[in-house]
């Protein structure tokens, strides 16, 4: 039906579908579609697109000419609809949701169709298939109804909707899919057809314009191309597709029992999992940072071997820390397995050091496994080593010693020594929660640290995992043939954290674009009520403390200003307390929109961090009422937020004179807040858990914007630090190995007193002076410099600081030991897969040289997963145990984990050892993160939704 006047959808279908002649018929809700004259312009471009790039395909991997011709008869045959995807066509809920409810203009149109019993599959010859609905079978069941022997590994699912899926459905990538709904279009051409998957994303998103499937499909039908053996289609129930299971082995990582696969994770996975099997328990961690890499550490008990003398560690049992990492290689294809190269226990004392080639190819609910080991993981030996023909010292593999000094170092016995095959299978049962497993096993248990030799029954170990939930899975295995293995692993997706904002103030409504809207009054009856042709306020605010107030209430900011400047009204905004900003900006519009006068068209919000103005965003008033009024029409759409350099304010580094001031608040003067706080200490000799629980309180008197004198109080209130005896070895200057003696000689510290102040120069330079108990260690006095141009990936700091150590009590008492430490950090967004590098060179606490490189993977929640690791010009033995600092760290915004938004997050970290080398001062308030709003990135960050947890 094609519309005279303008009108709200959800609106016009209440009163049509009210209407006798409706109710009469079998309306398919899910198929109702809005047709926009505007759109259909762009949707014939896009459909000579697909008819272009059809003719233009070419070689001998083209599909043939026959193929190529029928499917552009059939495009050619459909006209541009102009149909825009809506959320959701029922009418009731279109007015409950003004802004998914488009406004219909003079010459667009709406369809609403009966309820379709079938299916339609689009062949790759232009032909038509229809199978009828099946409740819950899934696309391959269609598929294969139309054609037994078709291969496809990809199929794009059109619901009649408009929303376009793509499932896998080959017998090596097949995943879980949702159903096709009654009148879907699936296009699922094979493998082998020639048809590249560019092509098969244009022919899915133009069939979404089409509707509902069987409606107007005369000329291409065609009937199912049947198995001659077999004339009837196939059970629904053979084609339910899962995905493949991904679980830990006995080590943490990807795998089967003992033995890696080459299968990864997603990225943003996390897992920490305990497995114990006679004489060893394993405390994994594991983080898969990017969809090819996964790496962790892992904590090794070996309960027949004592930690050391019972006078320093008592009956503590032995503990050996080691990292592993895995690279993916190659990518599993419909004829190429998976390939991945892997390392276990690299560094350290090695007791379990191995390296290893593995590769897997799945059948459905098989996934098979066959790789070559080193090391612990080829210890069977029956292979000879074919690196020897480079040079004979790959025959023989050095054996660890758990004394060698140098614990820490890499290790010059990868890859050598002899190998063995190790492989395996994983089994789906049909009862979906349970995964089984057979492997050989690679290693035969002669070579164990500290001399041991297992007996062994079997090279074959079997066992089961079983998937309590989606993030709990419990495995249980009977390995070497005589010993039980039991494990538990915690796993989900850090990517995925996220938590409604349920605490937060309900957001203003948008003021009403141009349109004439429907009051729907009781029994469904419509009246016309004309409103304005522009985005008018309701209200003309005279009150800007109101409005600031307001503001306030919606975002959680503080507002420093509001300034005019002819059409532009200017905001700025301290204390910015949230990460995910996009919602903050529109909150922002909404409020100023509601109070400002008609002829402000642009909105200029800066924000400030501690007197820094550090970045901006201009709003256009009338782009974004649209935007936010009603559902608009692709080709409608328009950007109303911009990134922009900060804003000039009143009073600060950017100041103009040209500004009508409106309004000016004072900061606040002081905060407090008092909290629980948590430490511990893992790996000890005396203990493998060393903790303490105390009441955090800290206080910030605020002098001016950008000056501010912050103090920490810590009491402790339980703790085991009394096991805490052991004095570390060290070479060096006591700069960190005195954590026994500040964790323990106080329980009421004061870890920091500070006074900071911050400036600009410029537009693109901030500069900070402070000085007091700068931590916990050490205080004294310092400066930092930093050069960020707005919006840039690169950035560059300087900083030296004159410190002192302090008391061991963390009063204002001060040891004699003082040094000059500073570092120049070079700061590096690669825009790759949100990575970012961190390296930075100067001199560290303890007097020594070097360098530190920081290498992270951040999330669009804003999680962050990285690793450091710092090299000084001290040797190996002067270093100590570890031979050179290094970490693992998860950051995750505070903002992913409450229901209320805020800033501030989270962090979790993991050293293996407390060395004095590469040692830097925990600086308070760096420049760079107090500049970050500043980072390209933050309209990017987002609360994880369907839309955006998918592969970035």
């Known amino acids: 039906m094609t519309i005279s006047a303008p009108v709200r959808l959800g609106d016009w279908l209440a009163s049509q579908l009210a209407a006798p002649a409706q109710r009469e018929r079998d309306i398919y809700v899910t198929g109702i579609q809005w047709q926009?004259?505007?759109?259909?312009?762009?949707?014939?471009?896009?459909?000579?697109?697909?008819?272009?790039?059809?003719?233009?395909?070419?070689?001998?991997?083209?599909?043939?000419?026959?193929?190529?011709?029928?499917?552009?008869?059939?495009?050619?045959?459909?006209?541009?609809?102009?149909?825009?995807?809506?959320?959701?066509?029922?009418?009731?809920?279109?007015?409950?949701?003004?802004?998914?409810?488009?406004?219909?203009?003079?010459?667009?149109?709406?369809?609403?169709?009966?309820?379709p019993s079938s299916l339609t599959v689009i062949r790759g010859d232009g032909s038509l298939c229809k199978v009828k609905h099946v409740a819950q079978a899934e696309a391959s069941y269609y598929i294969r109804s139309c054609d037994p022997h078709a291969a496809p590994d990809d199929a794009w699912v059109v619901q009649p909707d408009g929303v376009v899926q793509k499932v896998k459905v080959g017998l090596w990538n097949r995943t879980a899919q949702q159903p096709p709904a009654p009148g879907a279009w699936i296009w699922a051409p094979d493998r082998s057809a020639g048809w590249p998957g560019s092509l098969s994303e244009r022919l899915a998103s133009f069939f979404a314009t089409q509707g509902p499937s069987g409606l107007d499909d005369a000329g291409h039908d065609a009937p199912p191309k049947t198995d001659s053996q077999n004339e009837q289609p196939p059970a629904a129930a053979q084609f339910h597709d899962r995905d493949l299971p991904v679980t830990a082995s006995d080590w943490g990582t990807i795998g089967l029992l003992q033995t890696p696969t080459a299968r990864m994770g997603e990225a943003g996975e996390a897992s920490i999992g305990i497995s114990t099997t006679s004489p060893y328990t394993r405390l994994n961690v594991m983080l898969q940072p990017l969809d090819w890499l996964e790496f962790g550490f892992r904590y090794t008990e070996i309960s027949s071997e004592k930690y050391g003398p019972a006078s320093l560690s008592g009956s503590q049992s032995y503990k050996d820390k080691s990292i592993d990492f895995k690279v993916r290689l190659l990518s599993e294809t419909a004829m190429r397995p998976a390939v991945a190269l892997g390392m276990r226990d690299i560094g350290g004392t090695g007791l379990f050091s191995g390296e290893y080639l593995v590769?897997?190819?799945?059948?459905?609910?098989?996934d098979w496994s066959l790789g070559l080991g080193w090391g612990y993981l080829g210890a069977r030996g029956n292979i000879e080593n074919p690196l020897?023909?480079?040079?004979?010292?790959?025959?023989?593999?050095?054996?660890?010693?758990?004394?060698?000094?140098?614990?820490?170092?890499?290790?010059?016995?990868?890859?050598?020594?002899?190998?063995s095959l190790f492989g395996g299978v994983q089994y789906q049962t049909p009862w979906t929660p349970l995964v089984l497993k057979l492997e050989y096993d690679g290693?035969?248990?002669?070579?164990?640290?500290?001399?041991?030799?297992?007996?062994?029954?079997?090279?074959?170990?079997?066992?089961a995992v079983y998937r309590v939930s989606s993030h709990v899975d419990i495995s249980a295995a009977l390995e070497r043939g005589n010993r039980a293995m039991l494990g538990i692993t915690l796993h989900g997706k850090l990517a995925d954290i996220g938590t409604p904002k349920v605490s937060d103030p309900a957001p203003l409504p948008a003021l009403m674009a141009s349109e004439s809207r429907l009051v729907i009054q009781p029994l469904m009856q419509p009246v016309i009520q004309p409103?304005?042709?522009?985005?008018?306020?309701?209200?003309?605010?005279?009150?800007?403390?109101?409005?600031?107030?307001?503001?306030?209430?919606?975002?959680?900011?503080?507002?420093?200003?509001?300034?005019?400047?002819?059409?532009?009204?200017?905001?700025?905004?301290?204390?910015?307390?949230?990460?995910?900003?996009?919602?903050?900006?529109?909150?922002?519009?909404?409020?100023?929109?509601?109070?400002?006068?008609?002829?402000?068209?642009?909105?200029?919000?800066?924000?400030?961090?501690?007197?820094?103005?550090?970045?901006?965003?201009?709003?256009e008033r009338d782009t974004w009422v649209r935007n936010h009024a009603s559902l608009l029409a692709p080709i409608d759409r328009q950007q109303a937020v911009f990134t922009m350099p900060p804003a000039a304010i009143p009073n600060g580094p950017l100041a103009q004179d040209r500004y009508t001031d409106i309004y000016q608040q004072e900061p606040k003067r002081f905060t407090l807040s008092v909290g629980p706080a948590y430490q511990q200490t893992l790996g000890g000799p005396n203990g493998f858990v060393l903790y303490q629980l105390s009441l955090n309180s800290y206080a910030e008197a605020r002098l001016r914007r950008d000056t501010w004198l912050a103090g920490d109080l810590n009491l402790g209130l339980v703790d085991n630090y009394d096991k805490f005896t052991y004095t570390a070895p060290s070479s060096l200057p006591r700069?960190?190995?005195?954590?026994?003696?500040?964790?323990?000689?106080?329980?009421?510290?004061?870890?920091?007193?500070?006074?900071?102040?911050?400036?600009?120069?410029?537009?693109?330079?901030?500069?900070?002076?402070?000085?007091?108990?700068?931590?916990?260690?050490?205080?004294?006095?310092?400066?930092?410099?930093?050069?960020?141009?707005?919006?840039?990936?690169?950035?560059?700091?300087?900083d030296v600081n004159r410190v002192r150590q302090r008391d061991f009590r963390q009063d204002f008492a001060l040891r004699d030991y003082s040094v000059t430490t500073g570092n120049v950090t070079l700061y590096w967004d690669t825009g790759w897969q949100g990575v970012q590098v961190d390296l930075s060179v100067g001199q560290y606490l303890a007097k020594d040289r070097g360098a530190?490189?920081?290498?992270?993977?951040?999330?669009?929640?804003?999680?962050?997963?990285?690793?450091?690791?710092?090299k000084t010009n001290v040797s190996s033995s002067q270093f100590g145990e570890g031979s050179f600092d290094k970490g693992i760290y998860v950051t995750i915004p505070f903002d992913a984990l409450f229901t209320h938004s805020t800033a501030g997050v989270a962090a979790i970290r993991w050293s293996p050892l407390t060395r004095d080398g590469g040692a830097k001062l925990t600086r308070q308030f760096p420049l760079y993160d107090l500049t970050d709003e500043s980072n390209p990135r933050n309209l990017w960050f987002s609360p994880p939704t369907p839309a955006t947890t998918g592969p970035e």
């Open 36 to 115: 926009s004259a505007r759109e259909r312009s762009l949707q014939q471009g896009a459909r000579q697109t697909l008819l272009d790039q059809i003719r233009y395909l070419a070689g001998p991997a083209a599909p043939a000419q026959a193929d190529r011709e029928g499917l552009s008869a059939l495009i050619a045959a459909r006209p541009a609809t102009g149909r825009v995807v809506l959320k959701e066509a029922d009418p009731r809920w279109l007015q409950a949701n003004p802004a998914d409810d488009p406004v219909l203009n003079a010459g667009d149109a709406v369809a609403i169709p009966e309820r």
């Open 359 to 366: 590769a897997n190819k799945r059948t459905g609910d098989f």
């Open 388 to 419: 020897s023909i480079i040079s004979d010292k790959f025959r023989t593999r050095p054996t660890p010693d758990v004394n060698v000094v140098n614990a820490g170092t890499f290790s010059k016995a990868y890859f050598r020594g002899p190998m």
């Open 443 to 463: 290693n035969n248990y002669q070579n164990e640290p500290f001399h041991q030799h297992f007996t062994t029954r079997s090279s074959f170990n079997i066992g």
């Open 531 to 619: 409103v304005p042709l522009r985005a008018t306020p309701a209200v003309v605010a005279t009150d800007w403390s109101g409005t600031a107030r307001a503001l306030e209430q919606q975002t959680g900011f503080q507002v420093q200003s509001i300034d005019r400047d002819g059409a532009q009204l200017v905001v700025a905004f301290d204390e910015i307390s949230a990460f995910y900003l996009a919602d903050k900006i529109d909150r922002i519009a909404a409020v100023l929109n509601r109070d400002a006068p008609p002829e402000v068209r642009v909105f200029r919000v800066t924000l400030v961090s501690r007197g820094l103005p550090v970045t901006g965003y201009a709003v």
């Open 735 to 798: 700069v960190r190995t005195y954590l026994r003696e500040y964790l323990t000689t106080s329980r009421f510290t004061m870890p920091l007193l500070q006074l900071t102040h911050v400036g600009a120069l410029g537009h693109d330079q901030y500069y900070s002076v402070y000085g007091g108990y700068l931590e916990s260690m050490f205080a004294g006095v310092g400066g930092e410099w930093l050069y960020r141009p707005w919006s840039s990936p690169l950035a560059l700091g300087v």
């Open 852 to 870: 530190t490189l920081d290498i992270s993977r951040v999330f669009r929640n804003g999680v962050r997963i990285g690793a450091y690791a710092t």
